[in-house]
T-cell receptor, first 112, second 115 residues
């Protein structure tokens, strides 16, 4: 069945370092993969997405990599800042529309 | 532009009761989705509405229902509440009805506690 999982539940990084958050997925038919950030007490916030026909996409300080061969997705955050502290979710779009399957989430902690 | 507004933000109910949650999407957004978030199950898709029609439905029992009005506002209802229904219920809207964009705009959620 469809499943999206994360390798690490918690990631601690030093301020200024780069962060890499990983995600595995199982549905090779997924068309879109998306990263969301959720801060405490707030709803998830869209970060970046990538189509299944792409390998890499860059945004402001963030890069998403997609490896379809091993069904792996990663989010790289450059020069991690305290404001980046949050839970990060990967999600995949299945069946069209806005039905997203979310991963379990990774807590990113930025240490000063 | 105002964001997605969900009411109420917090509520407490007892087992067997029912609850109705409301969501006002961003102005101009026509698609509204609902998700349940719990520590154990994470974020799970409930349903999606577009132009007052349910377009997608997740794997939840029939006690969970929803609807969308002509102004795109949406409500979800949970009947015969169970302890396991305690969760953060998130509403998300999207500007277009087309698929595969990935970018949803979430509200801050309605925190439901069932005693």
């Amino acid at each position: 069945g469809e499943s999206v999982g994360l390798h690490l539940p918690t990631l601690s990084v030093q301020e200024g370092d780069n962060s890499i958050i990983n995600c595995a997925y199982s549905n090779s038919a997924s068309d879109y993969f998306i990263w969301y950030k959720q801060e405490s007490g707030k709803g998830p916030q869209f970060i970046i997405d990538i189509r299944s026909n792409m390998d890499k996409r860059q945004g402001q300080r963030v890069t998403v990599l997609l490896n379809k061969t091993v069904k792996h997705l990663s989010l790289q955050i450059a020069a991690t800042q305290p404001g980046d502290s949050a839970v990060y979710f990967c999600a995949e779009s299945t069946g069209g529309g806005n039905k997203l399957t979310f991963g379990t989430g990774t807590q990113l902690k930025v240490e000063l | 532009k105002a964001g997605v507004t969900q009411t109420p933000r917090y509520l407490i109910k007892t087992r067997g009761q029912q609850v109705t949650l409301s969501c006002s999407p961003i102005s101009g957004h026509r698609s509204v989705s609902w998700y349940q978030q719990t520590p154990g199950q994470g974020l799970q898709f409930l349903f999606e509405y577009f132009s007052e029609t349910q377009r997608n439905k997740g794997n939840f029992p029939g006690r969970f229902s929803g609807r969308q009005f002509s102004n795109s506002r949406s409500e979800m209802n949970v009947s015969t509440l169970e302890l396991g229904d305690s969760a953060l219920y998130l509403c998300a809207s999207q500007p277009e009805g087309g698929p595969l964009t990935g970018e949803l705009f979430f509200g801050e959620g309605s925190r439901l506690t069932v005693l």
